[in-house]
């Protein structure tokens, strides 16, 4: 398994380019098993995530082609069991349930299990395509959706105990777009991913309004056609990569970024003593490290706000920053397994009921540490930047998951950074 090793003290500087969004992409190359047309994907970021929805999309029948981010699919024939082997090993691949039930009338996917960051049920996906008519019968671990007789457009709130679902909104619109008649989704998340989502299924003909609210309305059609679509940029990369240039940089770049998908991580980012400058169109953005800074207060909830997806890289940077800083994850309360690693650095954190309350330290040390999750194990990157020493970190499948070449990207901003591969 490979490591990177971070030598801490380099200071980052120039630019780099955001790459485009995991999260979009995800649910996005789902949505091509709903047209048996090519569809064309542009900055599809190269990671092991989508790697795996290119490998389930092409044991569920798709011709897929692959080359610098653009993958084309061809959905002609669509099987109605998604693999064991590959969904059970990203939870995301739940997201070809709906619209494999929609096409086909009948799915049948591995229950995802847990994970580091929390329990993660599916029960709100699976009541929003029940509210559509579909059957729902669990065994042996699998989940079976039949609707023999087509799904039907319904009225639902999909609001869970921790608010609304991403992946379950992106599920139940896009079982709904090849539903008859009108479902509205109550409660819907709004995350940019989501509306993105919306946005590729209307370009293949979907009718789609209110995405990016808190209601949905999806008018049914018969038929999808294929499309060009290119992904938005990954938020959560260019957050990351924002607290890098915090922690160790002068000066840094970033590009190909949308200001308006990062109001929250930018606040939170100035909110510490820090600067962030946009250009005009939103897209690019030079961030400055601050001379006086502060701990800050921060609590993750589903968007607008702050996102849980950047708790764990927050928390890095204020490990470090003077002053009491206080960290609540209300969407994933037992995301802290990143805090124990930073503690073995020096950092001084407690972590109690879904809360981290940070006192800052003037330097981190290095140590061997454990990435435990994909957003974690970006924190303990970060860690490494400032840390004296060099910090071994294992693991590294976990980051790779989700960040596009992150040690070409750091070693171009002038990081010391070497993967070790084993
Ligand atoms: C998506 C993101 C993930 C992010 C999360 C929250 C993708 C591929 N993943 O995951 O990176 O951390 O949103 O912003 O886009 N819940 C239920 N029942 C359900 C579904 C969810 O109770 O059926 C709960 C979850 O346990 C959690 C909350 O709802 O507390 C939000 O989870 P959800 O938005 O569904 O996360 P994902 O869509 O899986």
């Known amino acids: 398994m490979d490591k990177l090793i971070v030598h801490g003290g380099a200071t980052l500087k120039g630019a780099v380019n955001i790459s485009g969004s995991k999260n979009a992409s995800l649910p996005i190359l789902a949505a091509t098993l709903l047209t048996e047309d090519d569809c064309i994907i542009r900055r599809v970021p190269d990671v092991s995530d989508t790697n795996y929805m290119v490998q389930i999309l092409n044991s569920l029948g798709a011709e897929v082609e692959r080359s610098s981010g653009t993958v084309r699919i061809k959905c002609g024939e669509v099987m109605e069991v998604a693999p064991y082997d590959l969904v059970r090993r990203m939870r995301a691949s739940i997201c070809v349930m709906g619209p494999i039930l929609a096409r086909q009338g009948r799915v049948v996917v591995s229950l995802p299990g847990g994970c580091v960051i929390g329990d993660r049920p599916v029960d709100l996906h699976l009541m929003g395509l029940k509210a559509l008519g579909a059957k729902v019968e669990m065994e042996g671990g699998d989940i079976t959706l039949t609707a023999p007789d087509g799904l039907k457009g319904a009225a639902m709130d999909l609001r869970g105990t921790s608010g609304p679902t991403v992946l379950g909104t992106d599920n139940v619109m896009m079982a709904a777009t090849l539903a008859e008649g009108v479902t509205t989704i109550e409660s819907a998340a709004a995350e940019p991913e989501v509306v993105d989502l919306a946005n590729f299924l209307n370009s293949m003909g979907a009718k789609i309004t209110g995405a990016g609210t808190r209601r949905i309305t999806i008018e049914g059609v018969e038929k999808l056609h294929g499309v060009e679509h290119t992904v938005i940029p990954d938020r959560i990369e260019a957050g990351t990569f924002m607290a890098a240039a915090a922690l160790a940089g002068e000066d840094v770049v970033l590009n190909r970024l949308c200001r308006d998908h990062m109001i929250e991580v930018t606040a939170a980012i100035e909110e510490s003593g820090h600067t962030v400058e946009f250009n005009e169109a939103g897209d690019r953005c030079v961030v400055r490290r601050g001379e006086i800074l502060r701990g800050v207060e921060l609590e993750t909830a589903p968007y607008p706000k702050y996102p849980t997806d950047m708790q764990a890289q927050m928390t890095a940077l204020l490990a470090t920053t003077p002053g009491i800083s206080v960290i609540k994850d209300a969407i994933f309360p ?31 040390s290095a140590a061997p540490v454990m990435a435990s999750d994909l957003r974690a194990s970006a924190a303990l990157v970060l860690a490494g930047l400032t840390a004296k020493g060099a910090t071994e970190i294992s693991r590294l499948y976990h980051i790779d998951r989700g960040y596009e070449h992150i040690d070409e990207k750091l070693l171009m901003l002038g990081a010391h950074v070497e993967r070790l591969q084993a």
């Open 334 to 364: 037992q995301r802290f397994m990143h805090c124990a690693e930073l503690k073995r650095m020096g950092a001084d954190i407690k972590v109690k009921d879904g809360t981290a309350v940070v006192r800052g330290v003037a330097q981190l």
